[in-house]
């Protein structure tokens, strides 16, 4: 009777699992597995997804407890590089310097937050700028990166017009309506799913053209979510469940996208709730865009930006085919 007893208790142990998925010991649940994401910058409409799946808990729903904290000065890709942060948001362009080489950060771009470059040059409307030869002889707003620079030069030239024409102005612009509307530049680039949305709402005309629009090798990935290689060798299946919580965090987002305004705002009291809900429902449809599985990374998109990097001496290591990004962690 007694060993009868032992091997019941036993049996009730092992069948002991929660619905969500956690274990139970001696009648209380496993500690839910702590992550930490950093942001790329201030909260916004990209990261909606992530704050909706906090909101929604559907972290939780797959064991997972996640912080979300601010990137430090060096951005986050040195914090997720140093494994402080299992996750964050990054760009491709950006990541390109540390994708090769002995000194290559050890990250790993695992989703596209968005799936099309949504970036561009706006200006003021009726001034020649809706193409871009229109950039000959006015002032550009650069932040002076060779990257940015060579593109800027590809762009104008492949419209017919002289780069050296163009007069490059060091940027100072934190509200790009008041830089265009004050005239102290007339042509900025900016992600249209913000900055444009805004400018909208504010009753600026404007003239912009995209980058993918002229150029198709300049439709990379902007932004993604990045992590930790060690994490991910280490950890392959926490880092599935997290980015299947944060895949019903997007959809859900694109589904509702006045409702998803209103939780980033409750995250971010401090953003305008009107600019949320237009940028939000812009940004609805360039999610996933065409594509039907959340966060994938088409490898000849990736290879062709990177490969056009290589073929122009603007990275000091040359990048290998299928460098830097994977989607093997993605959920179906």
């Given amino acids: 009777m007694n060993k009868?007893?032992?091997?019941?208790?036993?049996?009730?142990?092992?069948?002991?699992?929660?619905?969500?998925g956690g274990l139970w010991v001696y009648g209380e649940e496993?500690?839910?597995?702590?992550?930490?994401?950093?942001?790329?910058?201030?909260?916004?409409?990209?990261h909606t997804g992530l704050y909706a799946a906090l909101s929604k808990g559907y972290f939780e729903e797959q064991g997972l407890e996640v912080e979300v904290v601010q990137p430090p000065e060096d951005g986050a890709d040195a914090l997720v590089a140093s494994g402080k942060a299992q996750f964050g948001v990054s760009f491709q362009d950006s990541m390109a310097p540390g994708v090769a080489g002995e000194d290559a950060l050890p990250t790993t771009a695992v989703a596209a937050?968005?799936?099309?470059?949504?970036?561009?040059?706006?200006?003021?409307?009726?001034?020649?700028?809706?193409?871009?030869?229109g950039m000959e002889g006015k002032k550009y707003a650069t932040w002076d990166g060779p990257v940015e620079r060579a593109m800027i030069q590809n762009v104008v030239e492949a419209d017919g017009g002289d780069y050296e024409k163009v007069e490059m102005i060091p940027s100072t612009v934190t509200d790009e309506v008041s830089a265009l509307s004050s005239e102290s530049v007339d042509a900025i680039w900016i992600?249209?799913?913000?900055?444009?949305?805004?400018?909208?709402q504010e009753g600026l005309?404007?003239?912009?053209?995209?980058?993918?629009?002229?150029?198709?090798?300049?439709?990379?990935?902007t932004p993604v979510v990045i992590a930790n290689n060690s994490f991910l060798e280490e950890e392959p299946e926490t880092a599935k469940k997290f980015l299947s919580a944060l895949k019903q965090g997007y959809e859900y987002v694109i589904e509702n996208p006045e409702e998803a305004a209103e939780i980033l705002c409750e995250a971010s009291p401090e953003l305008d709730k009107d600019?949320?809900?237009?940028?939000?429902?812009?940004?609805?449809?360039q999610y996933k865009a065409e594509i039907e599985q959340w966060g994938y990374i088409d490898p000849g998109r990736w290879n062709r930006f990177f490969q056009?990097?290589?073929?122009?001496?603007?990275?000091?290591?040359?990048?290998?085919?299928?460098?830097?990004?994977?989607?093997?962690?993605?959920?179906?």
């Fill in 113 to 133: 937050l968005v799936q099309h470059n949504t970036s561009g040059i706006v200006s003021r409307k009726g001034e020649g700028i809706d193409s871009p030869k």
């Fill in 30 to 46: 496993a500690q839910p597995k702590k992550l930490t994401f950093v942001l790329d910058w201030t909260p916004n409409t990209n």
């Fill in 191 to 200: 992600f249209y799913g913000w900055a444009g949305v805004k400018m909208e």
């Fill in 4 to 20: 009868k007893k032992v091997l019941a208790a036993g049996l009730f142990a092992l069948m002991s699992v929660s619905m969500s």
């Fill in 205 to 221: 005309e404007t003239d912009y053209f995209a980058f993918k629009d002229v150029n198709p090798v300049f439709d990379y990935y």
């Fill in 275 to 285: 600019l949320v809900l237009a940028s939000q429902k812009y940004l609805a449809g």
């Fill in 308 to 332: 056009w990097l290589n073929e122009n001496g603007l990275v000091e290591n040359r990048i290998p085919e299928n460098a830097g990004f994977s989607n093997e962690y993605l959920p179906e």
